[in-house]
T-cell receptor, first 116, second 118 residues
């Protein structure tokens, strides 16, 4: 069964520092996508970054980058130069295919706080 | 425009009430989703609509009734809810239903409706 694991429930980072959020997953597929979503308090969930498994290069979006280790089934999110607005709950997600549809399987999430 | 809107933002209803949640997107997306989210938990998928047809029902109780009147609009009709149904209800859409890895599209989420059942 495909599962997504985020083992750290909470993390804290000093403003302007770098933090890495961990995610591991289990799949028997060879080609797939992985996503990180961010959900600030009382605000809507937005996509932070996505990684295509067949691409060797790690995805990058401004201050956000991933460390994708396909063999280890690890998909970490690195946030550089952390800002107060980065405080949120972060979910790692994997699309599971069910027949002709897909549904996102989310990890339990990690709450990131940013210290000024 | 990458916006998914949801109304109302907050809803308080009694266990005997009937109410509806509304979700709208004008991005031309052809897959729409309803999720239920409890505090500090990940969203749980409830329903998926593909090209205005219900394609996934995650064994949701019949007191929740989804409806997709057109490609831009998604409703969730609520009736005889229980206090444990209190949660944030999220709507999402994606460009197309993804049927293989080459056509996976990211989902865009609305701000949600905070539902309290008394």
């Amino acid at each position: 069964a495909q599962t997504v694991t985020q083992s750290q429930p909470e993390m804290s980072v000093q403003e302007a520092e770098t933090v890495t959020l961990s995610c591991t997953y289990d799949t028997s597929e060879s080609d797939y996508y992985l996503f990180w979503y961010k959900q600030p308090p009382s605000r809507q969930m937005i996509l932070v970054i996505r990684q295509e498994a067949y691409k060797q290069q790690n995805a990058t979006e401004n201050r956000f980058s991933v460390n994708f280790q396909k063999a280890a089934k690890s998909f970490s999110l690195k946030i550089s130069d952390s800002q107060l607005g980065d405080a949120a709950m972060y979910f790692c997600a994997y699309p599971l295919f069910v027949g002709a549809n897909s549904k996102l399987t989310f990890g339990k999430g990690i709450t990131l706080s940013v210290r000024p | 425009d990458t916006e998914v809107t949801q109304t109302p933002k907050h809803l308080v209803m009694g266990m005997t009430n009937k109410k509806s949640l509304k979700c709208e997107q004008h991005m031309g997306h052809r897959a729409m989703y309803w999720y239920k989210q409890k505090a500090k938990k990940p969203p749980e998928l409830m329903f998926v609509y593909s090209y205005e047809k219900l394609s996934i029902n995650e064994s949701v109780p019949s007191r929740f009734s989804p409806e997709c009147p057109n490609s831009s609009l998604l409703n969730l009709h609520l009736h005889a809810l229980q206090p444990e149904d209190s949660a944030l209800y999220l709507c999402a859409s994606s460009r197309k239903p993804a049927f293989d890895r080459a056509s996976t599209y990211e989902q865009y989420f609305g701000p949600g409706t905070r539902l309290t059942v008394t």
